[in-house]
Nanobody, 126 residues
Framework: QVHLVESGGGSVQAGGSLRLSCVSSEYTYSMYCMGWFRQGPGKEREGVARIDSDGSTRYVDSVKGRFTISKDNAKNTLYLEMNSLKPEDTSIYYC????????????????????WGQGTQVTVSS
């Protein structure tokens, strides 16, 4: 069982920055893929970014050039650096991980990931 704990959320003004962290109870180097998702009120959970065990990364178009996903295997921590934040980025952000093959389907499908954190709120005001 993998436990994930997010932190770093908060309230910022548009144009500001936040860095989310996700500490894993298991070695992050053993994860086939890890990712960040978000879910706003009344919306479906949306994949934001994903990093695979080979270091490759993918992003949803709306955050490309603004968000960066990374992980520090020495600290068993996944990060999401968020810059130039917009009000539409307001959501609960969830960390996710999978310790078996992540599959060849859509990279941002929540079904890929077997482990989830509790979420951290990000609020961006205009």
């Amino acid at each position: 069982q993998v436990h994930l704990v997010e932190s770093g959320g908060g309230s910022v003004q548009a144009g500001g920055s936040l860095r989310l962290s996700c500490v894993s109870s298991e070695y992050t180097y053993s994860m086939y893929c890890m990712g960040w998702f978000r879910q706003g009120p009344g919306k479906e959970r949306e994949g934001v970014a994903r990093i695979d065990s080979d270091g490759s990364t993918r992003y949803v178009d709306s955050v490309k050039g603004r968000f960066t996903i990374s992980k520090d295997n020495a600290k068993n921590t996944l990060y999401l650096e968020m810059n130039s934040l917009k009000p539409e980025d307001t959501s609960i952000y969830y960390c996710a991980a999978e310790d078996t093959l992540c599959g060849a389907g859509y990279w941002a499908s929540p079904a890929v990931f077997g482990y989830w954190g509790q979420g951290t709120q990000v609020t961006v005001s205009s």
